[in-house]
T-cell receptor
Framework: ETGVTQTPRHLVMGMTNKKSLKCEQHLGHNAMYWYKQSAKKPLELMFVYSLEERVENNSVPSRFSPECPNSSHLFLHLHTLQPEDSALYLC?????????????FGPGTRLTVT | GQNIDQPTEMTATEGAIVQINCTYQTSGFNGLFWYQQHAGEAPTFLSYNVLDGLEEKGRFSSFLSRSKGYSYLLLKELQMKDSASYLCAVRDSNYQLIWGAGTKLIIKP
């Protein structure tokens, strides 16, 4: 049990669908992150939230829309995705943003766009 | 640009020792992390180095040389369960985490 849960674990969607990924952390952390992990590539940071405020958006296409309703929950809303968006989407949290603390990761959502 | 280099794949034998190298070129340095990721699972934290030298944690050790932009993860007494990907990440001067692509370690009996 990592303390960070993600649902669904697997998702197949068409390019015209709208879906949402959910992340929940039970660690009392103040910072949460969305990453994209593609095969044989480094983790790509997508979004950072600190105390429910978005503090970073790394040039992510607008078809990805994050939402952080409270410090324990993070969503990633998906619409009109492309096949190249197929990847593992990882959520992570840390006690505070930009510190020496390690990040705690969820198991990820394996997304396939058809 | 910022870059983290680590071997794509390594193979080792159960009971042996393996060293996974990581070299980095980043704008500043505020610590280096190693994570382990089993297939289909979350990355989990292994070690953190911010000063030069060796940090030992049981069978796993991590070494850092800031002047050389170099780190390694040393795994001793390898077990089959050590088969996983090992991710190196460096925190730069802006406290951003720069990630390597990971090293897939295959353990053979």
């Amino acid at each position: 049990e990592t303390g960070v849960t993600q649902t669904p674990r697997h998702l197949v969607m068409g390019m015209t669908n709208k879906k949402s990924l959910k992340c929940e952390q039970h660690l009392g952390h103040n910072a949460m992150y969305w990453y994209k992990q593609s095969a044989k590539k480094p983790l790509e940071l997508m979004f950072v939230y600190s105390l429910e405020e978005r503090v970073e958006n790394n040039s992510v296409p607008s078809r990805f829309s994050p939402e952080c309703p409270n410090s324990s929950h993070l969503f990633l809303h998906l619409h009109t995705l492309q096949p190249e968006d197929s990847a593992l989407y990882l959520c992570a949290s840390s006690p505070v943003q930009d510190s020496s603390y390690e990040q705690y990761f969820g198991p990820g959502t394996r997304l396939t766009v058809t | 640009g910022q870059n983290i280099d680590q071997p794509t794949e390594m193979t080792a034998t159960e009971g042996a020792i393996v060293q996974i190298n990581c070299t980095y070129q980043t704008s500043g340095f505020n610590g280096l992390f190693w994570y382990q990721q089993h297939a289909g699972e979350a990355p989990t934290f292994l070690s953190y180095n911010v000063l030069d030298g060796l940090e030992e944690k049981g069978r796993f050790s991590s070494f850092l040389s800031r002047s050389k932009g170099y780190s390694y993860l040393l795994l001793k007494e390898l077990q089959m369960k050590d088969s996983a990907s090992y991710l190196c990440a460096v925190r730069d001067s802006n406290y951003q985490l720069i990630w390597g692509a990971g090293t897939k370690l295959i353990i053979k009996p």
